[in-house]
C-alpha cells in the first residue's frame, strides 16, 4: 500500500495500532516473558453502531503482532451515549491493572485519567486533550496519556 492511496481508515487503524503498541512495548521491559497483556477499552456509544473500531483496533493489533488470546486480552466497555457513566466504567476497567488503557474519544480518555497517572492512556480519536488538561502540549503531551486526536478546531482559525 502507498501513502498516497491510504485512506482515512486504514491511516487510523495503522496509526492507533502503533500508539497502542508503543506502551505495550516500552513496558515489556519490566514484565515476565509469556506473560498476557492486557488492552482495557472505553469507548463512548454502543457497541451495536460502534463496534467497527474495536474490530479495526484488534486488526491493527493483529498486523503488530498481538493476537487476541495468544498474548494479548482486551477488555472493552461502552457506556452506551450515557456520559455520567464513563467515570465508573473508566474505573472498572483500571481495577484490573491494564497495562494499557484505549479511550474514544478524549472523554473516555479523560475519565481513565481521573483514576491513573501510571496506566499510559492511549487516545483513538476525538478533540481537545489540552482544553481538558489531560495533555500539556500536542508535541510533548507529558504524563501518561497519548494517541490520536482531530485538529480540526485548532487547524480551522489558522486556516482563515
Known amino acids: ?14 496509526f492507533g495500532g502503533a500508539a497502542i503498541s508503543w506502551p505495550l512495548t516500552s513496558r515489556a521491559q519490566q514484565d515476565r516473558p509469556g506473560r498476557m497483556k492486557h488492552v482495557a477499552v472505553l469507548m463512548q456509544g454502543a457497541e451495536q453502531t460502534m463496534g467497527s473500531r474495536l474490530e479495526a483496533l484488534r486488526a491493527g493489533l493483529r498486523e503488530l503482532g498481538y493476537i487476541e488470546g495468544q ?15 464513563l467515570s465508573d466504567a473508566a474505573a472498572e476497567l483500571l481495577r484490573d491493572q ?14 481513565a485519567h481521573k483514576h491513573t497517572r501510571t496506566v499510559p492512556i492511549v487516545i483513538a480519536n476525538g478533540s481537545g486533550p489540552l482544553q481538558a488538561g489531560i495533555a500539556e502540549s500536542y508535541a510533548r503531551p507529558g504524563g501518561n496519556v497519548t494517541g490520536v486526536v482531530n485538529l480540526g478546531e485548532e487547524l480551522t482559525s489558522k486556516q482563515l
Not at 7 to 13: A, D, G, K, M, S
Not at 74 to 83: F, I, K, M, V
Not at 101 to 106: E, I, K, N, R
Open 1 to 14: 500500500m502507498q501513502f498516497g492511496q491510504l485512506n482515512r481508515r486504514e491511516f487510523i487503524t495503522l
Open 98 to 111: 491494564p497495562d494499557v488503557f484505549v479511550g474514544a474519544p478524549v472523554l473516555a480518555a479523560v475519565a
Open 71 to 85: 498474548n494479548i486480552r482486551l477488555t472493552a466497555r461502552w457506556n452506551a451515549g450515557e456520559l455520567d457513566r
